[in-house]
């Protein structure tokens, strides 16, 4: 019985994924029985995989032909990316309910929220990883910085200010690229998400510094914020 053309296609896909992988192998080595980076076609797309701790950039000339898109692929967030190459914006409705457009006749998007330490922000689709993290940062009354790192591909949200005093409560359609979330109704009565903090292993709670002096032969317990603590005389 003759092959189909899907089984022709796997017998192709297969062939090239081998080559590939023997080209892989003998540039960046292997581990054990597996090499330090492979190649895998599925769906008609190629992709790519490596070690943990280890980062990859494919980009080629044939990029779409490939199926690695128009920028090639990483194996790590692009920050320059924006919000909406990877997640979908819901069209913005007016108060009839109706698809709202600009002058131009393009669809306008509902912008994705966060509210931070009851700090609120707004991103479009346009607004890229690095800007999103940057206007963050950049606020002083959020109380938190966040940074990302490609080697281990995940966000790092840390309260600016130290001891019990810092905290971190994010709301919002965005909350999940900090962590896991659970759905909470806010005081309008909509449904939005909240970065699961307590309990989480992710999250460590500050504490403050505590220790015991002797003053002018009185004992004394003292509480700071910080480990910087300065006495008189």
């Known amino acids: ?126 607004t890229t990883i690095e800007g999103l993290i940057n206007q963050i940062n950049g606020n002083k009354e959020a109380g938190v910085n966040i940074s990302y790192s490609k080697l281990t591909n995940q966000f790092s949200i840390t309260a600016t200010e130290t001891g019990t005093s810092g905290r971190i409560d994010v709301k919002g359609d965005l909350a999940g690229l900090f962590g896991e979330t659970k759905e909470i109704t806010d005081d309008d009565g909509n449904k939005t998400f909240e970065l699961v903090t307590e309990g989480s292993d992710k999250f460590k709670a500050g504490t403050d510094a505590q220790l015991t002096v002797e003053i002018n032969g009185e004992e004394m317990k003292l509480t700071r914020s910080s480990n910087t603590i300065d006495f008189d005389g």
């Open 1 to 126: 019985k003759d092959a189909t053309k899907e089984q022709k296609q796997d017998a192709i896909n297969k062939a090239v994924e081998k080559k590939i992988n023997e080209g892989l192998e003998k540039s960046f080595g292997k581990n054990g029985d597996k090499g330090n980076v492979t190649a895998e076609i599925k769906d008609g797309k190629l992709s790519f995989a490596v070690k943990k701790g280890d980062t990859l950039s494919v980009k080629s000339d044939a990029n779409q032909v490939l199926g690695l898109g128009e920028d090639g692929v990483t194996s790590y967030l692009n920050v320059n990316k924006k919000l909406g190459d990877f997640m979908e914006f819901a069209d913005k409705l007016d108060d009839q309910g109706n698809v709202m457009k600009d002058e131009a006749g393009n669809v306008l998007k509902q912008p994705k929220t966060l509210n931070i330490n009851g700090q609120e922000f707004s991103f479009d689709e346009d």
